[in-house]
Nanobody, 117 residues
Framework: QVQLVESGGGLAQPGGSLRLSCVAS????????MGWYRQAPGKERELVAS???????NYYGNVTGRFTISRDDVRNAIYLQMNNLKPDDTAIYYC???????????WGQGTQVAVSS
């Protein structure tokens, strides 16, 4: 089956930027909506942003205006540009299919983002 590999995380200072990538081992054109999730220490995994095949985008929580989600169905990838990072953005970030739900994939390893001075 299709597998997802997240990358691009690392250590950033408050106000800094990181660009996350999620590359699939197969076609993602069948996945109408894909999204980025994150799980902070001691917290449950939460949805951060989503993007549909037609370009409909939604953001959640306090990431609006700071994060930008995008997808490239040719490269079979989605991305998350994170600007003006805050300490509470610290989390492990994951990508997955949101719709169709039946095509939701196993969680990958995620990529760690740490925001600290």
């Amino acid at each position: 089956q299709v597998q997802l590999v997240e990358s691009g995380g690392g250590l950033a200072q408050p106000g800094g930027s990181l660009r996350l990538s999620c590359v699939a081992s197969g076609d993602i054109f069948r996945f109408n909506v894909m999204g980025w999730y994150r799980q902070a220490p001691g917290k449950e995994r939460e949805l951060v942003a989503s993007v549909s095949k037609s370009g409909i985008i939604n953001y959640y929580g306090n990431v609006t205006g700071r994060f930008t989600i995008s997808r490239d169905d040719v490269r079979n990838a989605i991305y998350l540009q994170m600007n003006n990072l805050k300490p509470d953005d610290t989390a492990i970030y994951y990508c997955n299919v949101l719709s169709p739900w039946a095509l939701r994939l196993d969680w990958g390893q995620g990529t760690q983002v740490a925001v600290s001075s």
